[in-house]
């Protein structure tokens, strides 16, 4: 089924739910923020099928922390250009939204036994803005962005998601933006480059977990043993995938689009889970 028509079909179910959906984005390489790809198409399609948020919530692979989880409260994020060797008009890329800091504080509150914190100097690294752009192209929506615990087990991401699951009936849309399988290590450069086939091995077993809703095997890691160390050499791509998953329950339907594998060893895998 093509993008456009599992698209359809998603705009369709969203129409009837109050309750806002979950978003996990593949975003890949910085580049797909200037440039016209089938990634970038496909994310201002889903743009226009989400229903308008009070505010966005980004997880994203790029704020890292340790023994703590930080939440932005500033007022207007800055958008971070948290990466070299790219052109400059990447580089004069800003997404001038405002942030949520009052809603933000709340989020604190509700993750006080996840060791939370109020962080104002952080902002929106690229991957948010990223795909925000696409998203919601006038900036006009509040968006703030919590970090992820890099000390944890990768179940506390699963725990992350599921309490900050029912800011989703406070009009909040929850974003996750890493990549299903991230190993820059192993990068074939070149268009078309064959996936590795541990690449397509752990991106087809996440989607079948995922499926399944067998998320505690998602986060066993001596369970996902060497595959996962070859989708992962670090987890921080993987997390955010992770919370979304926790963020949903059984009322929710799930729906994948952009499922290649880029460059051999980065899958662009994204799904929705929205309200039946």
Known sequence: MSVTHTLASLRDSLSA???MPL?????????????DTHYARAWTELGRTLPRPQAILVVSAHWMTRGTTLVDVSAMP???????????????????????????????????SHHSDEDDSWGLD?????????????????????????SRGLDHQLEIGRTLSQLRDRGVLILGSGNVVHNLRAVKWGAGATPH???????????????????AALADRKGLGTLLAQAHPSVDHYLPALTIAGASDDRDD???????????????????????
């Open 17 to 19: 739910s109050s309750r």
């Open 23 to 35: 978003v996990f984005l593949g975003h890949g390489s910085p580049m797909n923020a200037i440039e």
């Open 78 to 112: 800055k958008t971070i250009h948290d990466f070299y060797g790219f052109p400059q008009a990447l580089f004069d890329q800003q997404y001038p939204a405002p942030g949520a800091p009052e809603l933000a504080r709340d989020v604190v509150t509700l993750l006080a």
């Open 126 to 150: 690229h991957g948010a803005w990223t795909v925000l752009k696409f998203l919601y192209p006038g900036a006009d929506v509040p968006v703030f962005q919590v970090s992820i615990d890099m």
């Open 197 to 215: 086939d541990w690449a397509l091995e752990f991106d087809r077993l996440f989607a079948d977990k995922l499926t399944d809703r067998d998320f």
């Open 254 to 276: 799930l729906t994948f689009m952009t499922d290649n594998i880029d460059l051999a060893s980065v899958s662009m895998r994204s799904y929705v889970f929205h309200a039946r």
